[in-house]
């Protein structure tokens, strides 16, 4: 591992005040006699709507959902203009009645996908209302989003010193996420002079093996890390055969969220 001795030069947002903007999106249920939601051979019919908005199952029953991009914050959400008409128990079809609510039953919640926020809302598009049943054709979802206004400035922040300047490194990698031990073969097998060394002034650095940021902005790690460390046994100012170090470790393998891979790209 090598690093160089150089100021690097990073672009840094300056936000000014933030402002508050009022957003109204506004939604139409174009209702279908039935749709068959059953996964095996034997028909499910209920009534359905857009498939990109429906969601089904056995214990919730119909729901209705929507996503779209907001960079800014979700605050204050609300239901207006709700239209909606009155429909029989036959319209129904196979759908259980006692899977609907009182009322929409409104939800929502934010999300983030490859490095883009969301927000989501969803009704219950079937509900009861004083015993009637009724479905809603039309919906409005009110809120706040407050946003940042943004000017960009040039300015530097000057890392003039790596933690790799002085001393003698060695490397060695782990690829899975967990508690390691070293002991003293182990370090020889790098090249390590163990006799020689003073145990306390033992050091492990680096930054884990998980993927990058998507976004350049994100990363702010510029210079390895110090890992926390056990020396067991070096109480006396010597690495013996018996002696070993302890540290956690995180690994190139598992989950990315922001990416929902499990390859590690980069």
Do not use: C
């Amino acid at each position: 591992m090598i690093l160089m001795k150089k100021k690097l030069l990073l672009l840094l947002l300056v936000f000014a005040t933030g402002f508050v903007d009022a957003q109204t999106k506004r939604f139409t249920i174009a209702w279908e006699d039935r749709v068959n939601v059953s996964t095996d051979d034997t028909p499910i019919f209920v009534p359905g709507f857009e498939m990109a908005n429906f969601s089904y199952d056995a214990v919730q029953g119909i729901r209705f959902f929507a996503q779209w991009e907001e960079t800014g914050s979700f605050r204050n959400p609300s239901i207006t203009g709700i239209t909606s008409e009155s429909i029989s128990a036959n319209q129904l079809q196979d759908l259980n009645v006692a899977h609907i609510p009182e009322g929409l039953d409104f939800t929502h919640g934010r999300s983030k996908a490859r490095g883009v926020s969301y927000v989501w809302v969803g009704i219950a598009p079937i509900y009861k209302e004083n015993g009637v049943l009724k479905r809603v054709t039309s919906f409005s979802v009110n809120y706040s989003a407050q946003r940042s206004s943004q000017s960009q400035q040039v300015n530097t922040l000057n890392v003039t010193n790596s933690v790799l300047a002085s001393g003698d490194f060695f490397k060695f990698y782990i690829d899975k996420t967990g508690v390691f031990k070293l002991d003293r073969r182990f370090l020889e097998s790098l090249g390590m002079n163990v006799g020689a060394i003073d145990p306390s002034t033992l050091k492990i650095y680096g930054n884990g093996g998980e993927m990058l940021p998507l976004l350049n902005m994100d990363n702010t790690v510029f210079d390895p890390q110090e890992n926390s460390i056990k020396v067991v046994g070096g109480e006396d100012g010597s690495f013996d055969n018996g002696d070993y170090i302890l540290f956690y470790g995180v690994g190139t393998r598992g989950f990315n969220e922001e990416s929902l891979t499990h390859v590690n790209a980069y």
